[in-house]
């Protein structure tokens, strides 16, 4: 039975490695440049970018007005991109993180055309247990991924005694939801740099086809025909006519990754089949690279905590608490986008450049920035739509969470907060000279609350009003420190005067 060897032009593009961000940037850019040039012949039919959509914004940033040659490409299928935004790390990043950066790739990857339905988990440091469960949900069939089951290939090098006895197989979620898995046995890079010349050739071909074969459960053998950040191979339909006269028991053809796994599929028969995380189960886990897990912990801890605020506090404060139609949901995906941003594999795994990793910093730092806003805009509305029922300087306190918290609260109010426009010197002195005798928490069935009170002065600041322009004011800032219960979701409201 004659075989098709299906040429994948691609590249697998690490936004920033061992490179800082601008420099890949750029390379980028040439890498596009050289795309729409190989797509003026004919023979060239497809380019695979790498299961991700970022690549064509950041492309877009420098070359805007090629937006519509881009849109061109991707309509018509030449163009592969999505289904991701990144190629992120999902044991490094949480589950919401990881459906936002999908729901992400194929929304925005619509805006241009069809996206590539591949779950695509080239060069991940393992794989989650809940990937077929994920990509099942958003209508994906396929998995791609390099890493997690024996054997994997680096720089073309296969390694023996493989848990399943082809590079087809069949992955399983814990829940049961099954995707076809196609591991890259000879790796994503078993076609790179394929030489036109004909002795040459066919002594690459021969060693490839056998590889290939080694594995393949079908009468289709995957060639990839790219590497890490590899340019176009421009002369690839050359290659393949000439490649084609050279062997007659195979078709070569320039095909694409969701043509492949239609292919693979409609012939494959009894898979072996692999459950839940792929670790490279039977391995000593070198080839998932887990010591990326530890390095670089500030990374890890500021991802977590961003997460923490989106997931835990942001989305339930305007889910719950303020008016649904004030939900900001725009503002929480850009949110998102930024800090997907730092999620790629060789970013939030701490494996790269320091230069890398002083902007993912920053960019850790821009998402908090803007999650600052969101939590103060949310105080405003919940304030605004909350009464009062007691004397005193009303305090609220609300558990994000579905269950019963009881914490230690440590945090800041502002009494006798006074506005000024010239007179900042009379307020200033009037309000420093105050005095405030026993300070006491109560809650509003009027019981006392233990309280450790520290006067921190006072302070300048000023609110930023939605219809004029900023008003600044002194206050008197307390310390307030005591232990409050709350109930899963619960609001309570509690009062600080003086008894």
């Known amino acids: 039975m004659k075989k098709t060897i299906h040429v994948i032009s691609h590249t697998h593009w690490d936004r920033e490695w061992y490179m800082p961000h601008q420099n890949h ?30 690549p064509i914004e950041d492309y877009l940033r420098v070359k805007p007005y090629n937006r519509e040659i881009l849109s061109d490409l991707i309509s018509s299928g030449k163009l592969r991109i999505g289904p ?7 044991f490094l990043t949480s589950g919401e993180s990881n459906i936002k950066n999908l729901k992400l790739g ?3 990857s619509r805006a241009f055309g069809k996206p590539s339905m591949i779950g695509y988990f080239p060069d ?7 990937a077929p469960q994920i990509l099942k949900k958003a ?29 087809e197989l069949i992955w399983q979620s814990p829940n049961g939801d099954e995707v076809m898995g ?42 990839m025909n790219g590497c890490d950040h590899s340019p176009v191979q421009k002369n690839i339909g050359k290659i393949i006519k000439k490649a084609n006269d050279l062997y007659q028991d195979y078709d070569f053809i320039h095909s694409n990754l969701d043509y492949y796994y239609e292919c ?43 997460e923490k605020d989106l997931e835990e506090v942001i989305n339930p404060l305007f889910t719950l608490f303020v008016e649904k139609d004030l939900y900001p949901s725009e503002k929480i995906d850009y949110l998102y986008e930024l800090l997907i941003q730092n999620h790629p594999h060789d970013s939030i795994c701490g494996c790269s450049i320091d230069p890398v990793h002083e902007q993912n910093h920053r960019r850790f730092k821009d998402v908090s920035d803007g999650i600052d806003y969101l939590k103060d805009y949310a ?121």
């Open 84 to 90: 991701w935004y990144i190629l992120q790390d999902a």
């Open 264 to 306: 693979v599929k409609a012939e494959s028969g009894d898979l072996d089949k692999v459950k839940g995380e792929l670790r490279s189960q039977t391995t000593d886990g070198w080839w998932t690279l887990q010591s990326t897990s530890s390095s670089r912990y500030y990374l890890k801890r500021s991802n977590k905590v961003l």
């Open 379 to 499: 105080r405003e509305k919940i304030r605004e739509n909350t009464k009062v029922k007691a004397k005193g300087h009303p305090i609220c306190l609300i558990n994000t969470l579905p269950y019963e918290r009881t914490r230690e609260v440590d945090m800041v109010v502002r009494l006798d907060k006074t506005y000024f426009r010239g007179d900042f010197e009379e307020v200033y002195e009037k309000l420093s000279k105050k005095e405030y005798k026993n300070l006491a928490l109560y809650d509003e069935d009027g019981r006392k609350i233990d309280l450790d009170v520290e006067f921190l002065g006072t302070r300048f600041a000023y609110d930023l009003p939605s219809n004029s322009f900023r008003k600044p004011y002194y206050a008197n800032n307390f310390r307030l420190r005591f232990t409050l219960n709350l109930a899963g979701f619960e609001k309570k409201i509690l009062y600080l005067r003086q008894s």
């Open 25 to 54: 940037n750029m390379r980028l850019v040439d890498l596009i440049d050289g795309i729409i040039e190989a797509f003026e012949d004919p023979d060239f039919k497809y380019f695979q970018l790498d299961g991700h959509y970022l």
């Open 124 to 130: 991940t440091f393992g794989n989650i247990g809940q």
């Open 139 to 167: 209508g994906i069939g396929v998995a791609y991924f390099g890493r997690g089951v024996k054997a994997t290939g680096f720089d073309n090098v296969v390694i023996d005694d493989y848990t399943s006895k082809n590079s």
């Open 106 to 108: 194929i929304e925005k």
């Open 182 to 223: 196609i591991l890259f046995a000879n790796w994503y890079c078993n076609g790179v740099d394929i030489p036109e010349e004909t002795l040459a050739l066919k002594e690459y071909m021969d060693k490839k086809i056998h590889d290939m074969e080694k594995y393949g459960s079908t009468s289709h053998l995957l060639l």
